[in-house]
């Protein structure tokens, strides 16, 4: 930096080690806050403004690598004279090499060579698997240290197909967790079975009839369905025949006894509840998912329901509903559910709403439910506690999140739950609001659009085992298209289970939360275009570079002596740069919450990459050139595997 150095005299850029530590930066971990900084002290200086204001306004640009809109400081001079003053005061270092103006805006270029030492440097390092970060920390932040989250996620109903909502649900929360332990907070993933109310009466009544202990012990979540669906038959058929209706009353008794208490009806929920989450356990760990709580409706304590209730009568919330307003509003939830399930599996979950909606209204005149009244808000008048005093969803909810906190004494609980549920959402939260519980505002809905068509020639899917074999099945059938390519590949059976899960996740995770998508199989599973097929393909291609010309070049143990300065070309410094985006990426995404922010990072990084091979050769150049370059294509693997793992997916070596 010779001429820098003597440069440095009429600079106003400070040096590395004069830049101000900022809120918000973290020279640590992400190394374009360097160089942000190093801009902002510049303008800062040229303007005479704080410099913390001037960090405000400095934005990643298209044009070069900073881009700053002096309006944005919203000083009386002309935006021309401040451009003017920005530039003519501007001196090269060895942080910013240029700057040049376009308007009102000023950009500003990093100087290559230490970006490149910079980024490269801090990504190699960061990848180290720490304790804490057994994947690596380049990316992670602290903003979220010391603080707390409970992310409810998946949460499907016992004895019930696992729908299209919760493999939404599934996938986009177990992001939102892990995306929260990048940004330092402490995770807690949370499964709130569908697992209480007047159903699970029928199901012992089911299971005294058609249960089975071995099938029950080989695959709990299919015996239990089975069950559920005959003698839900021959509750209907009852039903029909006018009476009477034994299976019914039979049911309601021993849902009344498990509201008791009564230990023996209870063992054998019980059995039925943790059978099932073991089967549950096993296909979320296929997908790469892990809850430390499972909880469920049954565990919100009925102490709890009562002192909820009671708050809200003492608070005088409450209003009795008459006949008409239930058919009203039932109807209001039907239709509701209806349109926003379409058709298909969401149908399921649009009437457990309404089944459970109903089972909380007055059968007749006499006796009169209690209900919230929130129709200022246009929320409806949602009953909360039953004429015959059993629980109802809502007052779980409501129950229940006071016992979350009371527990965990969160910072943040989001529920993510799919849009057909909006309205019981926003209920539940705005009666918790008028309940003045003091955690409210701490409470977030992370809501989804529906998936349509997802069913196979056999007919509609309805567990999560039959969703990722689908995929794994339309992986093998695309792999084979290839047959020797195929032949190749040493476990077919492994390979296309990961790649068919990776395309379920991408098709899900690819755009925003809010749009509906169709389950395409054969389209998610192809090698063209933006699947999670092409998304493995790239990072194997990665690692298949430095296996292949492991013979000729191995990286430095010490890569601080790799020459980066090599690299010279265009290519080599747009990979640097969007490498250094990835702390900025990972930021962007935790203020959406939408996890296609790190599905498109992940594109863009593997088609720059792949556009970059044919340039950016590594075999057969000279050492120190194909030192340099291995290292760039080594830290975009180590960055592609970390966003990979952010989503939820194994990043594979070979296929
Ligand atoms: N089990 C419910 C269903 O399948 C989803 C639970 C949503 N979460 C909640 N706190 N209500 O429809």
Known sequence: FSVTKRLRNFSMMPTLAELPRLPGTDFDRCKLDVFRVAVATHISKALDIPVETAFTGVDLGKKADFTVAVPRFRLKAKPADLVAKILDTFQPDELIERVFADGIFVNFYSRTSTLARLTLDQINELSKPTEKYPHGAYGTNATGSGKKVIIEFSSPNIAKPFHAGHLRSTIIGTFLANLFETCGWEAIRFNYLGDWGKQFGLLAVGYERYGSEEKLQENAIMHLFEVYVAINKDAKAEEERGGPEEVNERAKAIFRKMEDGDEETLALWNRFRDLSIKAYEKVYARLNVRFDVY?????????????????????????????????????????????????????????????????????????????????????????????????????????????????????????????????????????????????????????????????????????????????????????????????????????????????????????????????????????????????????????????????????????????????????????????????????????????????????????????????????????????????????????????????????????
């Open 295 to 655: 909880s469920g409706e049954s565990q919100v304590e009925s102490a709890r329901i009562h002192a909820a209730i009671d708050k809200l009568k003492e608070n005088k919330l409450v209003t009795t509903k008459t006949k008409e307003e239930s058919r009203i509003n039932k109807d209001r939830y039907r239709e509701e559910a209806k349109e926003k399930a379409g058709n298909g599996n969401l149908e399921e979950a649009a009437e457990k709403l309404a089944e459970t909606k109903i089972d909380g209204e007055p059968e007749n005149q006499e006796r009169l439910a209690l209900a919230v009244d929130l129709s200022k808000w246009k929320l409806g008048k949602p009953v909360v506690e039953k004429a015959d005093g059993t629980t109802i969803y809502v007052v779980r909810d409501i129950a229940g999140a006071i016992q979350r906190y009371e527990t965990y004494h969160f910072n943040k609980m989001i529920y993510v739950v799919g849009d057909q549920q909006d309205l019981h959402v926003a209920q539940f939260f705005k009666i918790l609001e008028l309940m003045k519980e003091p955690f409210v505002k701490s409470m977030e809905h992370v809501n989804f659009g529906r998936v349509l068509g997802m069913s196979t020639r056999r007919g509609e899917v309805k567990f999560l085992d039959e969703i990722l074999d689908m995929a794994k099945e339309a992986m093998l059938e695309q792999m084979k298209t290839n047959e020797e390519k195929f032949k190749a590949v040493e476990d077919p059976e492994g390979t296309s289970d990961q790649i068919g899960m990776t395309c379920v996740k991408i098709q899900d995770m690819q755009s925003k939360r809010a749009i509906s998508y169709s389950f395409d199989p054969a389209r998610m599973t192809s090698w063209d275009g933006d699947t999670g097929a092409y998304l493995q393909y790239a990072h194997v291609r990665m690692c298949s570079v430095t296996r292949k010309v492991a013979h000729q070049v191995t990286l430095r143990e010490d890569v601080s002596k790799i020459n980066v300065d090599l690299l010279t070309e265009p290519k080599a410094r747009e990979i640097v740069y969007l490498l250094a985006t990835y702390p900025d990426v990972v930021r962007a995404a935790f203020k959406t919450y939408e996890p296609s922010t790190i599905v498109s990072y992940c594109f863009k990084l593997a088609h720059l990459i792949s556009s970059a091979w044919e340039t950016l050769i590594v075999m057969n150049q000279e050492q120190e050139l194909a030192q340099a370059r291995l290292y760039l294509f080594t830290c975009a693997r180590l960055v592609l595997s970390s966003a990979m793992r952010l989503l939820s997916l194994t990043p594979l070596e070979r296929m």
